[in-house]
């Protein structure tokens, strides 16, 4: 498995992301969508976080495995003024074929060193509730639980907790 820390040309990234996160939202992935996203919302999304990495606010990690991309990950500092020394980890996804190779771990663990060589003080994630794999991996990284909104996920008909995690570099983490 290749790490790439620098992006490439969003062009590039935009197709195998796109298809990628299209595959794993309409397979009921919880990354934020109902609908799988349109390739233009993933181009706009990448060009921010892209642009966001180029100014220092952001990392952004991909996964390749045998040329082809299967995981990709990011991190965005709060743009909030008195929120600014902390940034959020977002959207981190691995291919469906590719789960339980430790992609996810690798993908996770660079981010953890991005964003601590990036002078990061707080990095907060939030995950669904039933998301099992995605919370076994954060808690066993030194992500902690800080707080819960029951029911508030909405799928449908389909209600989840919104589970906020935190990991303190300040103490330790
Ligand atoms: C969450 C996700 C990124 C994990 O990626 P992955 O490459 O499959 O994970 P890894 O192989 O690196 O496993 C890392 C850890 O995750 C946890 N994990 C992974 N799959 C699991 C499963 N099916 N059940 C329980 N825990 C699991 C384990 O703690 C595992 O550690 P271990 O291998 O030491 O037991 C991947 O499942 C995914 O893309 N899911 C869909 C998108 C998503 O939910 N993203 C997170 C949004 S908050």
Request: charged share 25%; net charge neutral; glycine share 12%.
């Amino acid at each position: 498995m290749d790490l790439a820390s620098e992006p490439e040309p969003k062009v590039q990234l935009t197709e195998p992301v796109h298809r990628m996160l299209a595959r794993l939202v309409r397979g009921g992935a919880a990354l934020g969508w109902v609908e799988a996203p349109s390739r233009d919302e993933v181009t706009a999304l990448l060009g921010d976080v892209v642009s966001a990495v180029r100014c220092g606010d952001a990392a952004l990690r991909v996964a390749y495995l045998g040329g082809r991309l299967v995981g990709f990950g990011y991190w965005l500092r709060y743009g909030r003024p008195t929120h600014r020394p902390h940034a959020d980890l977002e959207r981190l996804a691995v291919d469906s074929a590719a789960h339980g190779r430790g992609i996810g771990r690798a993908l996770t663990t660079a981010l953890l060193t991005d964003a601590r060589e990036a002078g990061i003080e707080v990095l907060t994630l939030d995950a669904r509730g039933d998301n099992t794999p995605a919370l076994r991996l954060y808690q066993s990284l030194g992500f902690t639980e800080y707080g819960r909104l029951p029911d508030f996920v909405a799928v449908g008909e389909h209600r989840y907790d919104k589970v906020f995690c935190m990991l303190d570099f300040r103490r330790g983490g």
